[in-house]
């Protein structure tokens, strides 16, 4: 039995201030309202999908309780995967019909691991990781091949298949958190991976140390918190980089910005904020930004995406699967869910070869 069918929510998604019951069964139901019939998730309805945060939705979905439907988002993976491992970085419909964006963008690629170790986690079943492993094998695979001298990994790829020679931090913070997840999936199937391993610690140490080797996109409130949520940074260094930055994105009682110099907060990157806090224990902070984008909520349980200020404004006016899906991420690792907590805390995450000072 599930939430949206009427029985008790999982305990960790209560958060008082935050989420009661039947509003954390009403945003579950509009996420399930979007998914298709072959397990996408698209953002909204008629919108496209594109493979991490239909991820990050499958997440949530699993959070909820709600196993038949994320092993349905993960089967969508698996069966739209290209033959070199990637996927496209946008979708209308199921299979390569329906691509709405031919680029590949790697950490599109590589956040599948994230997933399906979750997904195991939650519900333990050795038969799912049977049939997901070579998805994720084929696709950190292919991720690390996209790896640039020094460490970073190339955020996409040309259309000849050549990687660009530039990387974004963001984006290679969150393959560090893949890449970790998948050597936990190899750890427990005995499949040891040198290759990303060795990955793994040079990706740590440009993410962590050496900011000069990615593109310039400090504006973006993304680059700020993701080394901590991605895992490459951890008390005291990631208290030092929230701190440093805190009041130039984060607008009191509203949210979190998008972009430093713009007057508009979003849902998903404040509650990806909370759970970056929430790993590095900064707790009340993460339950305060959680209670702060409640105004994004629209009745349905479902979330707008963004709100502009200044203008008093909804902007974009769509409410977004991935927005939903980040908040119920957040509030079930700050209820303890055990999975939730495995997957973002990290601390049990294997951290690769030990590069530091190499280069």
């Not at 020094?150 to 560090?176: H, K, M, N, V, Y």
Request: charged share 20%; glycine share 10%; with cysteine.
């Amino acid at each position: 039995m599930t939430a949206h069918e009427g029985v008790a929510t999982p305990r960790p998604l209560l958060l008082p201030g935050v989420l009661d019951g039947p509003q954390v069964a009403a945003t579950v139901r509009s996420i399930l309202a979007e998914q298709r019939p072959d397990g996408a998730i698209p953002w909204f309805t008629g919108g496209h999908l594109d493979p991490w945060d239909h991820t990050e939705a499958a997440m949530a979905l699993d959070a909820a309780g709600e196993h038949a439907a994320a092993e349905r988002a993960y089967r969508w993976l698996a069966q739209s995967q290209n033959p070199d491992g990637s996927w496209y970085a946008g979708y209308f419909e199921h299979g390569a019909a329906g691509v709405s964006n031919h680029a590949v963008e790697t950490n599109f690629c590589a956040y599948v691991a994230v997933g399906v170790w979750h997904h195991h986690l939650t519900c333990g079943d050795d038969g799912f990781l049977d049939r997901m492993w070579p998805v994720v094998r084929r696709a950190l695979d292919f991720t690390v091949g996209a790896q640039l001298p020094g460490g970073p990994i190339a955020w996409r790829l040309d259309e000849d298949g050549t990687p660009a020679g530039e990387a974004l931090l963001t984006g290679s913070a969150s393959i560090l958190h893949a890449l970790r997840c998948g050597l936990a999936i190899a750890d427990y199937r005995e499949e040891p991976q040198p290759d990303w391993e060795l990955a793994t610690g040079l990706l740590q140490h440009a993410v962590a140390a050496h900011p000069e080797r990615f593109l310039d996109k400090g504006r973006y409130s993304m680059d700020w918190y993701y080394p901590v949520l991605g895992s490459a940074l951890r008390s005291p260094a990631a208290l030092r980089r929230i701190e440093a930055d805190w009041d130039r994105f984060v607008v009191p009682g509203l949210g979190v910005r998008c972009v430093s110099d713009r007057p508009w907060v979003t849902g998903g990157e404040s509650a990806e904020l909370a759970l970056a806090l929430w790993a590095v224990g900064e707790r009340e902070r993460a339950v305060e930004i959680l209670r702060w984008i409640q105004h994004l909520r629209h009745e349905d349980g479902s979330y707008w995406t963004g709100y502009v200020f200044e203008d008093d404004a909804i902007w974009p006016e769509e409410r977004t699967t991935w927005t939903a899906g980040a908040l119920l991420l957040a509030v079930a690792a700050l209820g303890g869910d055990p999975a939730t907590v495995a997957v973002f805390g990290a601390e049990q995450l294997p951290n690769g070869l030990a590069v530091q000072g190499c280069c």
